[in-house]
C-alpha cells in the first residue's frame, strides 16, 4: 500500500491590521481581548472591509508559486458554532478562490520534487480558547486575522516529503515576506490529509490530522497515522473518515471529531463584501515588486558562487542568513569559504537575530585567512572575541594578533622552539626527520598559528641543519 498525502496549510499573512478591520493582528502576546473592535466581536449591524495588503501579499505568493489568480472571486460565510467564533460563521472563499493551481518546489530523496497546489484562497482566523484550570476563557485578539489557506493536491508521496515541503514553503514564505512562518507561534499551520492505496487503485479513504506544530510533527504525525491505518486495513477493517489532533509528547493521533461533510457548514454568499476583482494594474505592480524568490535565489548561487547541495539548502533557509552569506562572498570574494565559515562558525553563535559579527567584518577575516596572513585557528578566536563584544579591528590591530612576517621573527620563533624541545631537535639530527613536523606544531601553538607554515617549516629546517647550531 502507497501512502497518499494531501496538505491544508494556513499561512498568517504579515499585516499590520485584521482582514476586514482596523485592529492590530499583532496578536502574539499581547493582553487578551484587548485587539478587538465591533467589526471583529460580531457586533450585529458592522460591516467587514477588506483589507488591501493582506490581498496583496496574497498574491504575491500566487505569483511566486505560478498560481493562476482569478480575475475575480467571491468571499462565503462558512457557518459553525464555537465560542471562539463570535459571528457564528467564517468569511472565507469557498466557491471561488483568489488564485488555482502552481506549484511547491522541495528537495527530494531523487532530486527536486514539485507539488501542485489545488486553490489559494483568503480567509479570516478564529479566536482562541485558553484552558485554565476547570475553565475555559475566550481570547478574541485572533478572531479576524487574515489568512492565506493554501490546499495542495493529495500527491505527496511519504511523511519524510511532507516535511520537506512545509520546510520548503516556510521558506518561501519568509523570503517574500508574506508570513513569518513560525509554526510554533501558530502562523503556519498544517492540517495534514492521509490515506492508503495500492498503485493504480483509486484513493483510498483518508483521515484529517491537526495541532502539528512544527515541521517535523507533521512527519513524526503522519508516519504515525499512516501505520495506524496500515494496521486496520491488514485486519480487514475500514479506514473512517475522521479528523484527529496529533500529540507531540505522546507520539500520537487521538480522535477529535468525525468529518463533517460541506453541507453541515451551510456555506452562501458573504452579502456583505462584493467580488474581489483583480485588475491588471495591481497584478503588474504585484509583479513588479515581487522578490527574488529562494528558489531563483539557489538558481543564482549554483550558477555564480557554486554554492549548492545542502550547504545552499540550510543557508537559504532563513532570509537574513542568506543575505548574510551574500554579503560575506561579496567581501572575501570566495563564495564556498564564506558558506564553510557561515555554516561551520557563525550559526553556531548565530543567537536569536543578531549574527555574531556582522557580514563585512567576517569576510574581511575570510580573505585574510585565504591570503596566508593568518591560521584558520587564529581567526576563530578572533572570531569568538569578536563575538563576545571585542572590536574585530582593534583586535586586528593588536601586537599580538598581527601575523609574524620576514625572516627575523620566524628565525627567532625556530630558535625559541628549538631550546625548549631540545630532545626533537637532537632526534632530528640523528637522522630521525618526522621530528620536523612536531616542531613545527609546536611553534604554530606558541604564537597561536600567527605564522605561516610552510614559511616556519623552510626556517627550522635551516636552523637544524646549520652545523654550527647547539654543537
Ligand atoms: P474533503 O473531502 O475533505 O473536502 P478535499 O478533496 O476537499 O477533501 O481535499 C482536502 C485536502 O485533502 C486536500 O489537501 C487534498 O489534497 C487532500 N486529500 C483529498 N483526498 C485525499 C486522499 N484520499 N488521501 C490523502 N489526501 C487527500
Ligand atoms: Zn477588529
Ligand atoms: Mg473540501
New binding site residues.
Given amino acids: 500500500m502507497d501512502i497518499?498525502?494531501?496538505?491544508?496549510v494556513h499561512v498568517q499573512l504579515a499585516t499590520r491590521s485584521k482582514l476586514f478591520c482596523g485592529c492590530s493582528a499583532d496578536y502574539f502576546g499581547a493582553p487578551p481581548n484587548s485587539l478587538t473592535c465591533p467589526v471583529c466581536l460580531g457586533y450585529p449591524g458592522t460591516l467587514p472591509l477588506l483589507n488591501r495588503r493582506a490581498v496583496e501579499l496574497a498574491l504575491r505568493l500566487a505569483l511566486a508559486l505560478g498560481a493562476q489568480v482569478q480575475t475575480s472571486s467571491l468571499f462565503d460565510r462558512k457557518s459553525y458554532f464555537y465560542p471562539d467564533l463570535p459571528k457564528g460563521y467564517q468569511i472565507t472563499q469557498y466557491r471561488s478562490p483568489l488564485a488555482v493551481g502552481g506549484t511547491v518546489s522541495f528537495p527530494g530523496e531523487a532530486g527536486e520534487e514539485h507539488l501542485r497546489i489545488?486553490e489559494l484562497h483568503l480567509e479570516e482566523d478564529a479566536g482562541k480558547l485558553v484552558h485554565a484550570g476547570d475553565r475555559t476563557l475566550v481570547d478574541l485578539n485572533r478572531a479576524g486575522v487574515g489568512l492565506l489557506e493554501i490546499?495542495?493536491?493529495?500527491?505527496l508521496r511519504s511523511p519524510e516529503a511532507a516535511r520537506a515541503f512545509v520546510r520548503s514553503l516556510r521558506t518561501v514564505l519568509r523570503h517574500l515576506r508574506v508570513s513569518s512562518g513560525d509554526m510554533e507561534k501558530g502562523a503556519l499551520r498544517c492540517?495534514a490529509?492521509?490515506?492508503l492505496?495500492r498503485a493504480g487503485e483509486p484513493?483510498?479513504?483518508?483521515t484529517?490530522i491537526k495541532n502539528m506544530n512544527s515541521a517535523r510533527a507533521v512527519e513524526r504525525a503522519l508516519a504515525a497515522e499512516a501505520a495506524r491505518q496500515r494496521e486496520l486495513l491488514s485486519r480487514g477493517e475500514r479506514v473512517e473518515?475522521a479528523t484527529y489532533g496529533w500529540d507531540d509528547a505522546l507520539g500520537k493521533v487521538f480522535l477529535q471529531r468525525g468529518?463533517e461533510?460541506?453541507e453541515s457548514y451551510r456555506y452562501f454568499p458573504e452579502p456583505d463584501l462584493p467580488p474581489l476583482d483583480i485588475g491588471p494594474e495591481l497584478l503588474a505592480r504585484v509583479r513588479g515588486e515581487l522578490p527574488e524568490t529562494p528558489q531563483e535565489r539557489l538558481e543564482r548561487w549554483a550558477r555564480e558562487l557554486a554554492v549548492t547541495g545542502t550547504d545552499a539548502q540550510t543557508l537559504i533557509a532563513e532570509p537574513e542568513r542568506a543575505d548574510y552569506f551574500e554579503e560575506v562572498a561579496r567581501v572575501c570574494g570566495r563564495p564556498r569559504q564564506a558558506a564553510s565559515w557561515v555554516l561551520s562558525e557563525v550559526l553556531r553563535l548565530w543567537r536569536a537575530k543578531e549574527p555574531p559579527l556582522a557580514p563585512g567584518e567576517l569576510g574581511l577575516l575570510v580573505r585574510a585567512v585565504a591570503q596566508g596572513e593568518f591560521s584558520r585557528t587564529t581567526a576563530k578566536e578572533l572570531l569568538r572575541q569578536a563575538a563576545a563584544g571585542a572590536s574585530l579591528q582593534e583586535l586586528l590591530n593588536s601586537e599580538q594578533m598581527r601575523p609574524l612576517k620576514g625572516s627575523e621573527p620566524l628565525r627567532e620563533l625556530a630558535q625559541e622552539t628549538l631550546l625548549a624541545h631540545p630532545q626533537a631537535a637532537a632526534d632530528y639530527r640523528a637522522g630521525r626527520t618526522q621530528a620536523l613536523g612536531f616542531l613545527v606544531g609546536q611553534a604554530m601553538k606558541a604564537v597561536r598559528g600567527r605564522a605561516d607554515a610552510p614559511q616556519l617549516h623552510r626556517v627550522l629546517k635551516e636552523l637544524l641543519e646549520e652545523d654550527h647550531w647547539g654543537g
Fill in positions: 497518499v498525502i494531501g496538505l491544508e489545488r490546499v495542495t493536491e493529495p500527491e492540517d490529509n492521509v490515506s492505496a484513493l483510498g479513504s483518508k484529517e473518515r468529518k461533510d460541506a
